[in-house]
């Protein structure tokens, strides 16, 4: 190789180790100027424990605070962006959502609240954050001079803290014993009709059948005591009398009659009807003290009825065809 070629080839080597060695300085001036770190882990940590991890890792943090479903989770981080294991240059934010802990962190005084106005606010209030509260069904009920409907007591009390899943058992008001109602016009109504209204007005009632007379209409309430219009206390049995409804093949008609117990306090009583594929339908749910009951039905053969008293079963009785 001449003279010429020599010097061409050590020229390019030169210039070949002088780019590596330029590289190699502006690789290492630039983490030397900017360090880069590793994302850690912080969810489910107090705010000050996290604040800790990710400014010994030489990060920085924002914060954004909301409220979340669980009371226990006040103070704990929820979520945090990047998320962990990410690669960030020193001195970046981390965003950390933090829990304000729930929308609600001790208990109201509901006392003097009617009892579906609270049901209202609690549903609209939980509808964003979550049902943390609930109301103990069913609620206890008394006689007493505040209206109807209104709640008079309340467990846990006013103030107590919020910190787990809370169930809320109320006393309500169902007016005063002595009070008067007028007695709806159920005569001419269709029996079934007629079940829902009186059991939905929580009168106590008993149905009886005799066959039809002259014009009547099969299915529906021939007569009634006390009389439509009357005045009486509440508590009042309402005696109602049907037609038998029209046969209907693979139906079948009558009357579930049963004495229960005598109640201290009203109970919610729940009148179910199991069809013979398996379709479970409740026809009402009334609050009675017990006695005599007696109610109409028309199902199809096989259908099972089912009374429940507080959710408790008291009668299971399956229909069959008389022969």
Do not use: C
Request: glycine fraction near 8%; hydrophobic fraction near 40%; charge should be neutral.
């Amino acid at each position: 190789m001449n003279s010429s070629g020599k010097i061409t080839v050590f020229t390019l080597m030169g210039m070949i180790i002088l780019l590596g060695a330029s590289a190699l300085a502006g690789f290492f001036l630039f983490f030397r100027g900017s360090e880069i770190t590793v994302v850690p882990d912080v969810s489910g940590m107090q705010l000050e424990e996290a604040l800790v991890a990710i400014q010994d890792k030489g990060l920085t943090s924002k914060i954004q605070l909301r409220y979340s479903q669980d009371p226990g989770d006040k103070g704990k981080i929820l979520e945090q962006q990047p998320s962990p294991g990410s690669i960030r240059r020193a001195g970046k934010a981390v965003t950390l959502s933090v829990s304000r802990g729930a929308v609600i962190d001790k208990i109201g005084d509901y006392t003097g609240w009617n009892l579906q106005d609270l049901k209202t606010h609690f549903m609209t209030l939980f509808s964003t954050y979550g049902t943390f509260i609930t109301i103990k069904e069913p609620v206890i009920t008394v006689y007493s001079k505040e209206p109807r409907g209104t709640i008079i007591q309340q467990k846990p009390l006013p103030g107590t803290p919020v910190t787990s899943y809370t169930q809320l058992e109320l006393i309500v008001s169902q007016g005063p014993e002595d009070a008067v109602i007028t007695v709806p016009t159920f005569k001419g109504m269709n029996f079934q009709e007629a079940l829902l209204q009186v059991t939905g007005m929580n009168i106590p009632f008993a149905f009886s059948f005799r066959e039809k007379q002259g014009a009547e209409k099969p299915g529906t309430v021939v007569s009634q005591t006390p009389e439509a219009e009357s005045e009486v206390r509440r508590g009042t049995m309402m005696q109602l009398q049907i037609v038998p409804p029209a046969p209907e093949k693979g139906k079948v008609f009558g009357l579930l009659e049963r004495s229960l117990p005598d109640y201290p306090v009203p109970i919610t009583l729940k009148y179910q009807i199991i069809d013979p594929v398996g379709n479970r339908t409740e026809v009402f749910s009334t609050k009675t003290r017990g006695g005599v009951l007696a109610v109409p039905y028309f199902v199809e053969e096989d259908s099972i009825l089912i009374l429940l008293a507080d959710d408790k079963e008291l009668v299971n009785f399956t229909v069959k065809k008389e022969n």
